[in-house]
């Protein structure tokens, strides 16, 4: 288990909003996204401060829609946090086989794709080929962020976690689509931001499927204490690398960093 940083940039800036109150903004009102925390530093700052602390192979999300004027702010908050960390870091948010090269240029180790690769609420077979001629299996990463269905299923979201696909989170689908790129990150959308607990049966079930396949895969949402890092810890036998946002005192909450980075070591060597 490690603790993977992040840099959300929603409008230029560096936030933490809650992920489930977030739309694209054309045609809706400006700040509609239920914000946690607006950052006074830029990108920059904390990827350079990911990098003194030896923390890798955390992400970037550019929150905005690629539709939207300020998906252009973000890109240049983004580009700046690719140089200050030159590989140490994954990007996305409105990439697409077109554009992903030229963030593997910049310093990306990594991009992550969702809704490129997700299309009528189904997966787009087709543009994940496309996908992997562009950027290669060992560059991507696939971002199945879920939300529960009444059936207690967990399912694929996408355009900013709103739209379900009918695409869930199971054994099967997760060996195959672990074939088609190097990492998952998964977002528990329902609790994301909400820093109310993390949602312990999706962390189980991921845990256990880790436990035959070895594959590596980022939990994000909920984390708000320590014993939430220790419990994901328990739920997976310390095979899900963690993704803590808006608890971290960087971020305006109440958990410190470096102590987190250590919790997960020190539950890492037990």
């Known amino acids: 288990m490690q603790i993977r940083p992040c840099i959300d940039i929603h409008n230029g800036k560096v936030k933490q909003i809650v992920g489930s109150t977030l739309r694209d903004q054309q045609g809706a009102r400006e700040g509609m996204a239920r914000e946690n925390f607006v950052a006074d530093k830029d990108a920059a700052y904390y990827a350079s401060l990911y990098k003194e602390m030896g923390l890798c192979g955390g992400h970037i999300i550019l929150l905005n829609s690629a539709r939207e004027e300020a998906y252009q702010a973000d890109l240049a908050q983004a580009r700046a946090a690719l140089s200050a960390y030159q590989g140490g870091m994954q990007i996305g948010g409105g990439i697409t086989a077109e554009s992903a090269p030229s963030f593997l240029d910049l310093g990306a180790s990594h991009v992550i794709v969702t809704s490129y690769v997700f299309r009528d609420g ?20 696939l971002d199945l962020s879920c ?35 190097d990492e998952f990150l998964i977002h528990a959308a329902d609790v994301e931001g909400k820093r109310a607990g993390v ?13 035959k396949s070895g594959f590596p895969v980022t939990y994000a949402g909920g984390v708000h204490t320590y014993a939430d890092l220790a419990l994901i810890g328990d739920l997976s036998q310390g095979r899900t690398d963690v993704t803590v946002g808006s608890a971290l005192s960087l971020f305006g909450g109440a958990l410190d960093l470096a102590v987190l980075q250590q919790k997960a070591e020190e539950w890492h060597a037990r």
């Open 122 to 141: 189904k997966l787009d077979e087709d543009a994940l080929k496309k996908m992997l001629r562009a950027v290669g299996r060992r560059r991507l990463v």
């Open 147 to 181: 939300r529960r269905r009444a059936d207690g299923s967990y399912a694929v979201v996408t355009d900013r976690w709103q739209k379900f696909t009918s695409y869930t989170i199971c054994d099967e689908n997760l060996d195959r689509l672990s074939e088609q790129c």
């Open 199 to 211: 949602e312990q049966e999706l962390v189980r079930m991921i845990g256990a499927w880790q436990k």
